[in-house]
């Protein structure tokens, strides 16, 4: 196989026909004619959205029959698009859990935890009237010094980029440590393997937190750097900080993160687990191939 984006949409089409969804127990029940879009090439066209760089779905919608009209020449209307993308939300969470699964990296003892803003708002007005009420909030964001109006994002990844656990909170009402807690006893699919080493930043630190990592229902070993009121030394490898840093940099840059265009709760969340597809099935083609640098989307974006 080659690095394009057509050859990744076709062994991504065929994992998903022939695995995922067989795997999901979803076979079609349903009387009448079948969809001329099928759920294996809505979740492709999803992820090629996302890798040709268009947020906004109806200019995606303008541009697929010229970009990837030779793969898919049945598409789909703009409302009708919206409400399958939502709709597909939690075959795109499998399919990227599967693919995660898949991925050499993700067999390694070793994981990367850190939380990102979701901006979804700006003016007073929408943060009361936004369908998004409840499910967003203000919160502080100390990489960027600046108060936001969204939701929170927290990631478990592997060092070449692989997503492995990932959870939406509203920042007003669960801190960083609340959050990592709920996201790991009450989703199991989350957890990395006990023995796992997790490193996050300082803003995980508190002995009840690190008495959770250790308790025998998880097993896991938290490296977080030393406070300024801590004396006991901790060993700390930056350069893991700052891998997990271009990770959320990738996602948010490259693949629009931030650029969401959510208004309620389940397109919020279909277009963050979107994203979260579109980068593990780079970098899964990227080790299929063998491909020097696992996060790299370059071959993919034009």
Avoid at 19 to 48: F, M, T, Y
Avoid at 105 to 116: F, V, W
Avoid at 214 to 225: E, K
Wanted: charged share 25%.
């Amino acid at each position: 196989m080659i690095a394009d984006l057509d050859t990744l949409l076709i062994a991504l089409y065929v994992e998903l026909s022939d695995r995922i969804i067989p795997s999901l127990g979803k076979g079609r029940r349903r009387l009448g004619r079948p969809p001329e879009v099928n759920d294996a090439e809505l979740a492709c066209l999803a992820v090629a959205q996302v890798l040709l760089r268009f947020d906004d779905e109806r200019h995606w919608l303008r541009a697929a029959p010229a970009r990837v009209g030779h793969l898919f020449p049945r598409l789909l209307g703009q409302s009708e698009y919206n409400e399958r993308l939502k709709a597909a939300a939690a075959l795109m969470e499998a399919a990227l859990r599967w693919l995660a699964d898949q991925t050499p990296g993700s067999a390694e003892m070793l994981r990367l935890m850190d939380a990102t803003p979701i901006p979804c708002g700006q003016s007073k007005i929408t943060a009361k009237r936004s369908g998004l009420f409840s499910y967003a909030g203000y919160g502080y964001c100390p990489s960027h010094s600046r108060w936001y109006w969204g939701s929170k994002l927290m990631l478990i990844v592997t060092c070449d980029g692989t997503v492995t656990g990932f959870g939406l909170a509203n920042p007003k009402l669960a801190g960083e440590r609340e959050q990592a807690q709920q996201m790991l006893e009450h989703q199991p699919a989350n957890r990395p393997c006990p023995g796992t080493a997790v490193v996050t930043d300082k803003g995980f630190a508190g002995e009840d937190f690190e008495e959770f990592f250790t308790a025998p229902g998880l097993g896991l070993t938290l490296i977080r750097p030393a406070r300024k009121d801590e004396k006991e030394p901790r060993y700390f490898p930056n350069w893991l900080r700052q891998r997990v840093e271009a990770i959320i940099w990738t996602l948010k840059n490259q693949l629009g993160l931030e650029r969401h265009g959510g208004r309620v709760p389940a397109g919020l969340w279909a277009r963050v687990v979107q994203r979260l597809l579109a980068l593990n099935a780079a970098i899964w083609h990227n080790w299929a191939i063998g491909a020097p640098v696992k996060r790299s989307l370059i071959a993919y974006d034009h």
